[in-house]
């Protein structure tokens, strides 16, 4: 039973598409993040919430929107999709924010998402 | 302002032999220390952590040890396995909760 899942794993799309990736925790956790993995597999940080509410919000196009429908979910939509957004796209949860002490984030396998 | 500064990489190294990725910190207080790994084609998961000074981390036969006097955590493993092969990140907490990753390196083990 996976803990931490992102659907799709793959989207390959236009520029200016629309797109959304999904992800949904079953550990209870409370805190929940979406990060960038650019081809050099440096890790940026780029939202997180906790408890539905939006923690952090790092310095990213507002053409990239998080929303948390409840604890357990956080999807990611971009608009008008542009080639430097293709990366792999990981959302992570953990049980306070930054792991609350612990450090321990628990990541899905990743969306990696083409631009053509 | 708060950062983590990993070796450049990548690294490349044969079966059995010893392995050691610097890692330093800038921060404020007294952070916590990772080491996560991520294997080809998956998410990152924790190795192991070190929550304060003189702390020593360990899993799968990989350690290191929190030192306060020089701002550094590195990752060592006396006899590295193929199975090894991964990108291995730095990590800690400020005071701030927000877990900060160095840039990661890549390591890959010849048989």
Known sequence: ?116 | GDSVTQMEGPVTLSEEAFLTINCTYTATGYPSLFWYVQYPGEGLQLLLKATKADDKGSNKGFEATYRKETTSFHLEKGSVQVSDSAVYFCAFTGANSKLTFGKGITLSVRP
Request: some cysteine; glycine content about 8%; aromatic content about 10%.
């Open chain 1, 1 to 116: 039973d996976t803990a931490v899942s992102q659907t799709p794993k793959y989207l390959v799309t236009q520029m200016g598409n629309d797109k959304s990736i999904k992800c949904e925790q079953n550990l209870g956790h409370d805190t929940m993040y979406w990060y960038k993995q650019d081809s050099k597999k440096f890790l940026k940080i780029m939202f997180s919430y906790n408890n539905k509410e939006l923690i952090i919000n790092e310095t990213v196009p507002n053409r990239f929107s998080p929303k948390s429908p409840d604890k357990a979910h956080l999807n990611l939509h971009i608009n008008s999709l542009e080639l430097g957004d293709s990366a792999v796209y990981f959302c992570a949860s953990s049980q306070g924010p930054g792991g609350s002490g612990t450090g321990e984030l628990f990541f899905g396998e990743g969306s990696r998402l083409t631009v053509l």
